[in-house]
């Protein structure tokens, strides 16, 4: 069982956060960076398995900003709210926020970051602003329209071959520009590593979990 923190980000912004911590001694911090659907069941299920796998998790909820407490479900008229919300979110605030996660886990903010969704659009921008220690991208569909920044840490993408929202000539545009950056494309839909979505495809969240844990196994530290 995990537990519920505040942050403050630089500009004064207070937002909470979910804390999952492994038994014994951590390998090292993840950031874990939401769906659309806010800090729900399923991200906060994500933390409790990098804690169990030996990582202190913590997960920003960047609708904090917005309103407090927002979890959404996997139904239309949710999709469509938490699409507004990103809309009117923006993209320089929620990276405040990842920016004070990474501070509240470690002061020189070395510390992975993950996110799913709309998240792995903010992994891939708090990648190339900030400096972490390593970033692990699920399907983020917005990724192509920052591709004039570069990544500053060690960055691995998951994209599925049969995502709707996300062209296979968008992963090829994204591997162009980043010609060094491990891309894995996986028989798969949209959201295909959570289990509380249609498109959920177990074999595929499996291996680029192992493959996640591996570049965080690398990269990153307790010390």
């Known amino acids: 069982m995990g537990s519920t923190l505040t942050l403050t980000a630089e500009d004064g912004h207070q937002l909470d956060a979910y804390r999952a911590d492994p038994v014994g001694e951590a390998k090292g911090s993840v950031v874990v960076i939401q769906e659309i659907f806010g800090v729900n069941v399923h991200i906060r299920d994500v933390c409790d398995r990098f804690a169990a796998a030996g990582y202190i998790a913590l997960a920003p909820a960047l609708f904090d ?8 479900d996997y139904v239309p008229a949710d999709i469509e709210r938490g699409r507004d919300l990103v809309t009117d979110l923006g993209w320089d605030d929620p990276i405040k926020d990842v ?18 969704c709309w998240g792995g659009s903010v992994t891939w921008l708090a990648a190339c602003r900030l400096e972490l220690a390593a970033a692990s991208v699920y399907y983020g569909r917005h990724i192509p329209d920052f591709l004039d920044e570069k990544s500053r840490c060690p960055i691995i993408m998951h994209f599925g071959e049969h995502d709707a929202s996300i062209p296979l000539a968008a992963v ?22 959570c289990d509380r979505r249609k498109d959920y495809h ?5 291996l680029a979990w192992s493959r996640t844990l591996e570049l965080f196994g690398k990269h990153l530290s307790a010390a």
């Not at 900003?65 to 959404?72: A, D, F, H, P, S």
């Not at 996660?101 to 993950?114: E, F, I």
């Not at 177990?202 to 499996?206: C, I, K, Q």
């Open 99 to 116: 920016r004070a996660a990474a501070l509240a886990l470690r002061p020189d903010m070395k510390v992975g970051v993950t996110g799913y």
């Open 172 to 193: 090829s545009r994204i591997q162009t520009e980043n010609p060094m950056v491990p891309i894995h494309v996986y028989p798969a839909g949209h959201g295909f590593n």
């Open 65 to 72: 900003r917005l309103e407090k407490g927002i979890e959404l």
């Open 202 to 206: 177990a074999e595929s969240a499996a």
